[in-house]
């Protein structure tokens, strides 16, 4: 019996729906339809994997697809546990197309075996945004309170915020409902700005849904225990708890979640200050880490979340329990690194200031810490005044005679200036066509030094994506899809060509769990199994495999990455070679050959390695 994916299409214009069904084999999940779909119809495509409600750990993601404003390219975000309460409408994808007259809330309710109610209904936005505690979490309390009593379960919203009006970088916030109270576990799809393309490009500020549609999703135990035996020696419960020691609590370190154990293993590697600890000597980057990361902001967080045991999840069963909160801050490594220490903030009462402003406006979080990162650092150098950016303060940008709480509240409170700036458009700060228009048009009224020290990943003409916060050269790499670990991000030297092909090999595996909509928290069972579960399930893996490797393909030949323009992205390639050499003492003689080159012409070397890198992922990423 064959097997659809159906997607239920709206047209956000006339507020028209239908639902269209896709066979399984042909496409196989949220990904490579929605590339399909976007190709079309430059829709904005929300959906789940195969395996939603089912047993399997981490099924649950919501992924988003389509063309990203900011990075100009298809791109995919995804959304933890918002998938459980999506799979309650029977459907596994909708498709937004057309654009709203004015800003709307998209209504989705399915009672039991009924057809799916649709409404479009206009919304004042900057009116709600302003109410109870601000921008995102006052529109999902806007919608759940407006909506919430049509639902017999408890449904989900979706919400966006100012910043999805006035920048490219605007993200998607959710959280788990609970007995009709919107919890503090916020749940984000921030990467590629969705965002400010549902707002700007649909005219929705804001989805809920939910219903009480049951289907055949996979709940047999016992057969999936039986997979992982004959693989692991371990059910599937036991293979998944050990699989996310990292993100629960993790023994070697003492601490646990992204946060706790990046910050307990980075030592000299950190990075801080808009990246300028690469041109400190080692001693300097430990001092940082010992006294402002060990001592003070990695404590603060061991003792308020860890031993507090302030953890929960997404909103899915799940033994990862990674979201780590303190009161209602959720505390990642990504954001409380890139409007933490990137910007001069190591207190956690100062970083909950500025994530939580940035948040509540609905920023994708590790976009915006690198542009106040990079304007701080400005202004600090005398390339910006204050007046122009419309701010009151000045940072305080070095670590010698640093005040750990005093200095970091100091470099908040700029940062939500900053933020207000951006969003009320004061003085120059006109983000609309993004940062990177943004900063080369200011490069040309105050000199290449403005732009020089902004780093980011740059696509064909406006294009940009702020990199993930590791100090190793794949987070620069020339990918179809940066700012995601759709490549390599290990802290080892691979030289370039080397690096390319494992930046494909990840962008294939990434790929794989996204399209299933599986959290990558699980990917040590979920890359070798979920191969094996869908052939047991569908008995279609060929299909699938084959269906990965053309999926990887379609999007690299749509890659118009662009050679890094600004020397700090060449700087940060010919540190992290210098540190392996010096610190770490490598005896590889091919790193030895590429520091030297580094050394003799930093341009012509950064240029040679970013081919090198290119090329390897090329021809790593094509069908024979």
Same mark, same amino acid.
């Given at each position: ?152 379960? %408890? ?30 576990? %916020? ?159 190591? %207190? ?58 005093? %200095? ?217």
């Amino acid at each position: 019996m064959d097997t659809f994916l159906k997607a239920l299409f709206i047209d956000a214009g006339t507020g028209f729906y239908r639902v269209e069904r896709f066979k399984l084999g042909d496409f196989f999940g949220p990904v490579d339809l929605g590339l399909h779909l976007s190709g079309k119809y430059n829709s904005l495509n929300i959906g789940t994997g195969l395996l939603c409600g089912s047993i399997i750990p981490g099924s649950n993601r919501l992924i988003f697809s389509g063309f990203s404003p900011c990075w100009g390219g298809f791109y995919v975000s995804s959304m933890g546990g918002a998938g459980l309460v999506f799979d309650n409408l029977g459907i596994n994808m909708i498709s937004i197309i057309n654009s709203a007259h004015s800003p709307s809330i998209i209504y989705l309710n399915r009672s039991h075996g009924e057809e799916i109610e649709v409404k479009i209904v206009p919304v004042d936005a900057d009116k709600i945004w302003k109410q109870g505690r601000g921008g995102v979490y006052s529109m999902m309390e806007y919608a759940c309170k407006t909506f919430g009593g049509n639902y017999e379960n %408890d449904p989900r919203v979706l919400a966006t915020g100012p910043a999805a009006r006035a920048t490219d970088i605007g993200a998607i916030c959710s959280a788990p409902i609970v007995k009709g109270r919107i919890t503090p576990v %916020d749940t984000w799809a921030g990467r590629g700005g969705f965002g400010a393309k549902l707002l700007k490009e649909h005219g929705i500020a804001a989805i809920i849904y939910g219903g009480t549609f049951i289907d055949e999703d996979f709940r047999n135990r016992s057969v999936a225990d039986e997979w992982f035996m004959n693989k692991y020696n371990k059910k599937l419960a036991a293979k998944d708890f050990d699989a996310t020691v990292k993100y629960r609590f993790d023994p070697k370190f003492g601490t646990g979640g992204t946060f706790g154990s990046n910050y307990a293993a980075l030592a000299g590697s950190m990075l801080s200050f808009n990246y300028t600890s690469i041109y400190l000597e080692e001693e300097e980057r430990l001092f940082i880490h010992k006294n402002f990361i060990l001592n003070h902001y990695l404590k603060q967080f061991n003792s308020e979340t860890i031993s507090a045991k302030q953890h929960h999840t997404c909103g899915e069963p799940c033994a990862a329990v990674c979201k780590k909160m303190n009161n209602e801050y959720k505390k990642d490594y990504e954001p409380y690194q890139a409007m933490g220490p990137l910007c001069g903030i190591f %207190d956690q009462r100062a970083a909950e200031k500025l994530a939580g402003r940035a948040d509540a406006c609905g920023f994708d979080a590790i976009s915006i810490g690198g542009v106040l990162a990079w304007l701080m650092e400005c202004l600090s150098k005398n390339l910006i005044t204050p007046a122009e950016l419309g701010v009151s303060r000045m940072p305080v940008f070095s670590y010698k005679g640093f005040n750990v709480e005093t %200095d970091s509240n100091t470099n908040a409170e700029l940062g939500c200036e900053l933020i207000d700036s951006i969003l009320e458009k004061r003085g120059i700060m006109d983000f609309g066509e993004g940062a990177r228009k943004f900063a080369r048009r200011l490069a040309r009224e105050k000199g290449p030094d403005v732009l020089n020290c902004f780093v980011y990943n740059a696509f064909a003409r406006k294009g940009w994506m702020a990199p993930n916060q590791y100090w190793t050269p794949g987070v620069l790499s020339p990918m179809a899809i940066a700012g995601k670990y759709y490549m390599y991000y290990g802290q080892e030297f691979i030289a370039p060509r080397e690096l390319g092909r494992v930046n494909a090999s990840r962008f294939r595996m990434e790929l794989m769990l996204d399209n299933l909509g599986l959290c990558r928290f699980h990917r040590g069972w979920a890359e070798d199994m979920a191969p094996e579960i869908i052939e047991t399930l569908f008995g279609i893996k060929k299909q699938f495999m084959e269906n990965i490797l053309a999926t990887a393909e379609r999007i690299n030949s749509r890659n118009s990455s662009v050679f890094w323009e600004t020397r700090r992205n060449c700087d940060l390639v010919k540190s992290f070679l210098q540190r392996k050499q010096k610190t770490e003492g490598s005896k590889s003689e091919e790193l030895a050959e590429w520091a030297k080159r580094f050394e003799e012409d930093c341009g012509k070397a950064a240029l040679d390695f970013w081919y090198e890198m290119h090329k390897g992922t090329h021809e790593s990423l094509r069908q024979e």
